[in-house]
């Protein structure tokens, strides 16, 4: 069964900190691999998705993440934090034969000014 | 402007009633998601439907129903069944197949039961 996993639940960073959030998944076959984000008070919104090729992508507002298959992980990462990037943010997974997309926990990403 | 619409916003229910919500899109997207989110726990698939008259069980369907007669609606039933409803529904659809892209997500259905 296809499962996700997010390490951290609540991050608290300051402006212009760097932000790695982690993600793994277990799925025996191909996968596809998303982030979500969701603002405060806004809909879900897509950050940037893996399906295949080169495994670093790269998202909107400057964030980027890097699929790792041997370490079934798929990293978020950002340089530079900025205080509007406070917000919950969610790995999915989706495996390529079952049309389920399944959602890790959510991490919360506070960013203080 | 396409999108997907949910409704109501917020509903409250009593104890042993069944409750319908809305989900309609005209994106002419072929599949259609239903999550539930709770604080601490993500999003937890319901049901999904690839194509009208045909729906699956996601992760915890007990205490719901859904149908798919349309390729634009997906309303989600929340029985007197559902130990737990109250919750924040989110509906979602995408372009369909099996390897399909990215889901659109509406603002969400926030249920309390009373």
């Known amino acids: 069964a296809q499962s996700v996993s997010q390490h951290n639940h609540h991050v608290i960073l300051s402006e212009a900190a760097s932000l790695e959030l982690g993600c793994n998944y277990s799925?025996?076959?191909?996968?596809?691999l998303f982030w979500y984000v969701q603002y405060p008070g806004q809909h879900l919104q897509l950050l940037l998705k893996y399906f295949s090729g080169d495994p670093l992508v790269k998202g909107i507002k400057g964030f980027e993440a890097e699929f790792i298959k041997s370490k079934f992980s798929f990293n978020l990462r950002k340089p530079s934090v900025q205080w509007s990037d406070t917000a919950e943010y969610f790995c999915?997974?989706?495996?390529?034969?079952?049309?389920?997309?399944?959602f890790g926990q959510g991490t919360t990403l506070q960013v203080k000014p | 402007d396409g999108g997907i619409t949910q409704s109501p916003k917020y509903l409250f229910r009593k104890e042993g009633q069944n409750v319908t919500l809305s989900c309609e899109q005209n994106l002419n997207h072929d599949a259609m998601y239903w999550y539930r989110q709770d604080p601490g726990q993500g999003l937890r698939l319901i049901y999904y439907?690839?194509?009208?008259?045909?729906?699956q069980k996601g992760d915890i369907a007990e205490g719901y129903s859904v149908s798919r007669e349309k390729k634009e609606s997906f309303p989600l039933t929340v029985t007197s069944a559902q130990k737990n409803p109250t919750a924040f529904y989110l509906c979602?659809?995408?372009?369909?197949?099996?390897?399909?892209?990215?889901?659109?997500f509406g603002e969400g259905s926030r249920l309390t039961v009373l």
């Open positions: 999915a997974v989706r495996g390529s034969n079952t049309g389920k997309l399944i």
């Open positions: 799925y025996g076959g191909t996968v596809n």
């Open positions: 979602a659809s995408s372009i369909g197949g099996i390897d399909t892209g990215e889901l659109f």
């Open positions: 439907s690839q194509i009208v008259n045909d729906f």
